[in-house]
């Protein structure tokens, strides 16, 4: 769906001047291109370059970003005026101490990379009608910590703002939906083990959920709740988890056939937010079940399966996004990012159930 064309091909490690906890990374910015006119939504096509004017190399994570050329994650926000225009693509989780380098890309000093997107089935143009959008780039990137020597683990990763630019696109003419590329039409797990492997996430993603929400109920000042929720109210996060601890829609499956061909290296699952059907990746049969944190595993590995489905069940039910992974960096992004960020969601539950039930 997406192309992407590197200046520096050669992957190597980040400069230590971007390590450490949501530093800016002034010698990235990023520039969109993008036509100023279009007759169809197939002419809906965005690149974002990637320029580095610092000394040093920097390695960056693409899932999720404007690099992003293989999955069709949100990369812009598309705006017609005021108004939001609904994005119909795919949100994922990522193990992080899973992930290879094929999920990075390094931007050497004086070089560009660039990544060409499609965006005509990623947002809902036939809805919002003509006129003028706004495309604005996602600014941040996710980074690993090398200066510590430390590549793959969840916790070492920081997050990066950038200078960037948007782009204006006045779009008429053939504004009909255009559909998200699908493998095939099977709606459902035929494999019985990974079925009820699903069936039991589900259930404990639930009950996840309702311990969540109960905690939030009686330590509603908790410095728990503030960790990774900064001062948003108490209501508004039990609201997510009350959502997931009440959800009872039919409709809605839990697939362990990756239709939209996105289960890429260190893809956990993925939802495609126009129909909130999530997928479950391979390594997401790996994790285990909630008890092992009473000894098995930690908070911090992220490898709960009830974790992985409660964060899919708010990107379906409440439309979270996925700002960051890795416990310890949710808790350092804005208010306003841990409200939205499906990772927060299913840390903190973890760590209220380790609190609580262990």
Known sequence: MFALAAAAATLGLASTAVAGPYRRAPTLSIDVTAPESAKSVDEMTVTAIVTNTGSEPVKVLKAGSVLDSDLPTRSFFVNKGDSKVDFSGVKISLAMDKLTENNYVTIQPGSSVNATHDLSSLYNFEGAGAGDFSIEPVTWFQVPD??????????????????????????????????????????????????????????????????????IGSNSDSDLLTS????????????????????????????????ANACSDGVIAYTIISTTNIYFCDIFFDEVETTELCSGTTVAERNIRGGTTLHELTHALSDTEDVGYGCQADQQLSDSEMISNADNFNCFSTQVYADTQC
């Open 228 to 259: 990774y929720f900064g001062s948003n109210s108490a209501s508004d996060v039990a609201d997510v988890f009350d959502a997931v601890a009440g959800e009872n829609d039919s409709s809605r499956t839990l697939n362990c056939n990756d239709e």
């Open 146 to 215: 090398v200066a510590a020597n430390k590549v793959k683990s969840i916790s070492d990763f920081s997050k990066v703002e950038v200078q960037a630019n948007s782009a204006t696109v006045s779009l008429s003419g053939d504004l009909s939906r255009r559909a998200l590329a699908m493998k095939r039409a099977e709606n459902a797990c035929d494999d019985s083990s990974k079925s009820g492997f699903i069936d039991s996430s589900y259930t404990e993603a639930k009950e996840l959920a309702t311990t969540a929400s109960d905690y």
